[in-house]
């Protein structure tokens, strides 16, 4: 199984992430709900703008990290880590 294709990782499911990451003790991944939304929204993203490949969307930013940051958080909703503080987003 090809981990790193967003065929594959889009697709997984509770119980093969569980499977995956499984740890040696009895504590369990925690948010394993949103890990898997992020891991769709990631495949689908990769495969509807970047042609399969996170290595397209850095090419994409054409050597500017600016650009490529200004992609993760435009393109990859669960990386825009922003919040209100007294009013404002921040």
Known sequence: MALTDPRVFGSL???????????ETSASIPLIEQRIEILKEASRVL???YEGSFVNCVKAAGQSAQELL???VSDFPSYRDQGVFEGSLG
């Not at 093969?16 to 740890?23: G, K, N, T």
């Open 70 to 72: 200004l992609r993760i």
């Open 47 to 49: 495969l509807e703008k």
């Open 13 to 23: 499911s509770e119980e093969d992430l569980l499977r995956i990451f499984r740890s």
